[in-house]
């Protein structure tokens, strides 16, 4: 199933755009931005992973283990466009292996 991006108007609190995206999960969000050139354009970072398994670590009988989480997130920018209501993944090769 894919992730969907919802924008919400600053000024009204309305939704005015829902735009699908590749599946992930994510704990944190970095940054967002409107392009300086078209305000119809989003620029949203993320720490994020592949599926939500990085979950089954964070149950108490495995952090009483005292073991990191093996998964690290990794940055991931998407670049929406309201317009077209896209979403490209820009930076999809700086994931760790």
Same mark, same amino acid.
């Given at each position: ?56 670590? #964070?149950? /108490? @009988? ?7 989480? &093996?998964? *690290?997130?990794?940055?991931?920018? #998407?670049? /929406? @466009? ?7 993944? &820009?930076? *999809? ?5």
């Amino acid at each position: 199933k894919p992730t969907y991006f919802r924008i919400i108007s600053l000024d009204t609190g309305e939704q005015i755009a829902r735009i699908p995206g590749p599946a992930f999960f994510m704990f944190h969000h970095i940054n967002s931005y409107q392009s300086k050139d078209n305000k119809n354009k989003i620029t949203v970072d993320i720490c994020g992973f592949d599926d939500p398994q990085i979950i089954n670590e #964070f149950y /108490l @009988d495995k952090l009483r283990e005292n073991i990191f989480p &093996s998964g *690290a997130g990794y940055l991931r920018r #998407f670049e /929406l @466009d309201l317009d077209a209501n896209t979403c490209i993944e &820009s930076n *999809a090769k700086a994931r760790e292996p």
